[in-house]
């Protein structure tokens, strides 16, 4: 149920194909725009393709149901499956049940899980040859895979390669996360890294302000990264997050605390980034990994694509040759919050002298706004009261692709002459280009869904580098 364009769905039924399952797909996508997928399982004769809609018949005489994340809260095809006492499950938890040996390192949090969840593997697998040795708690040489909400990557399949001592670190949104409570399991080591407003839509959030019955059932979601770790399990989570935690939980807990780190050279941004970093660290010392290897590998870490990611900087008509227009792709800000965090990062302790020509005042310095904001899209159901305060004090302009979450900051009180709403994101880039001088930051950093211009938020990301790189 839910075969996508991102490869997950696709990567998880070609395996099932190959398996020799006799699989029905169903997707509310049409054949057209599901055209690369279908391409790439043209040669199986055992797939038989529903498009464009689903039917109760299908869900019913199956020995097994997998869904995508995403899958509606209140589904009458899930609900009709259940009915008919077949199991429904989803790809990582799915792995999970088959592969009870592999050491599964689980990462959630409305904000911050992909960045975590990208250090840790990449500290792992740069040390996959110390894992296993004498004083590590897990096998002989171990390998370290990555699954879960990862672009392009299916969980299930990994299967076929996992033996009893791996590791697989995976990124968990709450929707997988539900597979995880279906099937009474959580990881051996969870990171919880924040938890705010977000997908309330699609948890029942109907109104302006977020219902508290939403956010109860998205947390409901979310706590499946703990709610069934054993004795000896490890939760691992920031400060804000402890006040969410029962008391009675079986796994030992873990409050981060950055000023225990340690330094590590790290080019990401952000106090909150800097939390992550600290998550991760405390989740890679549970491997026995020595302080100086984690170091080395921290300081070859070069950011994930579409969080706060520099890209490059260009010269604008004022700019010096040292110092030019740095632009900055954060399409993974899907919330307010994560935007605020952005805007709020690249925002800190830039002086300037007041007063111009030679009227300047020598040593009377204030902060002025450099951030050219790019954003818009979908609403989610979201309070905006909080990103409109961060907007008026910190952006000299803000550039608003089309969408209903456009529409709904629109009538709120933003500084009506630095908000311009564009007709796409080639309008925006150009006019974002325009409003920048020398020493600006032009941040692509959305705040809302994809969905309406895009399929989704990697079509929306490659978009934007596409335009910036034929920039100057």
Not at 71 to 85: L, Q
Not at 429 to 447: H, N, T
């Amino acid at each position: 149920m839910g075969l996508g364009i991102l490869g997950r769905g696709l990567g998880y039924t070609k395996f099932l194909a190959e398996l020799g399952a006799d699989l029905t797909v169903t997707d509310l996508k049409t054949k057209e725009q599901l055209a690369t997928s279908i391409k790439a399982l043209k040669k199986f004769k055992n797939i038989k393709f529903v498009l464009g809609e689903h039917r109760l018949e299908d869900f019913r005489d199956k020995d097994m149901v997998i869904k995508a994340a995403g899958v509606p809260f209140d589904s009458i095809y899930i609900k009709e499956a259940r009915k008919n006492k077949i199991p429904v499950e989803m790809d990582v938890s799915l792995f999970a049940k088959c592969a009870p040996e592999v050491m599964i390192v689980g990462v959630t949090g409305t904000r911050g899980k992909s960045m975590t969840t990208a250090i840790i593997y990449e500290i792992l697998k740069q040390n996959e040859k110390f894992l296993g040795k004498k004083g590590s708690p897990i096998g002989l040489r171990p390998r370290v895979y990555i699954g879960g909400n990862v672009r392009g990557v299916a969980t299930l399949p990994l299967l076929e390669k996992v033996k009893a001592g791996d590791i697989l670190v995976c990124e968990l949104d709450s929707w997988q996360l539900q597979g995880f409570g279906d099937a009474k399991i959580s990881p051996n080591i969870s990171v919880f890294t924040s938890f705010m407003p977000d997908h309330m839509n699609y948890y029942g959030s109907t109104m302006l302000t977020t219902s508290k019955k939403a956010m109860e059932r998205y947390f409901n979601d979310k706590a499946n990264i703990f709610k069934y770790q054993k004795k000896g399990d490890i939760l691992i989570i920031r400060p804000g997050v402890k006040k969410l935690i029962p008391e009675n939980i079986k796994s030992r807990l873990i409050v981060i605390n950055i000023k225990n780190m340690g330094k590590y050279e790290f080019t990401v941004p952000g106090k909150f980034q800097q939390e992550n970093l600290a998550c991760a660290v405390e989740v890679v010392k549970q491997f026995k990994i020595p302080a100086s290897r984690i170091g080395r590998a921290v300081k070859n870490f070069k950011g994930l694509e579409g969080r706060l990611q520099y890209i490059k900087t260009i010269m604008s008509s004022t700019s010096s040759p040292r110092e030019g227009v740095k632009i900055y792709n954060d399409n993974n800000a899907t919330t307010p919050e994560a935007t605020m965090a952005g805007i709020e990062a690249l925002s800190v302790n830039f002086p300037y002298p007041r007063g111009t020509g030679t009227s300047r005042t020598p040593g009377v310095w204030e902060k002025r706004k450099k951030i050219v904001l790019i954003c818009g899209g979908a609403d989610k159901g979201l309070d905006l009261n909080s990103f409109v305060k961060v907007i008026n004090k910190y952006c000299k302009a803000v550039l608003m692709i089309p969408g209903t979450g456009t529409d709904k900051l629109l009538s709120h009180k933003v500084g009506s002459s630095k908000v311009h709403k564009v007709k796409n994101l080639n309008e925006a880039v150009k006019e974002a280009v325009k409003k920048s001088k020398k020493g600006d930051v032009i941040l692509f950093s959305p705040a809302f869904a994809s969905f309406g211009m895009f399929n989704n938020e990697y079509e929306r990301g490659d978009q934007f580098l596409e335009i910036i790189k034929k920039l100057k």
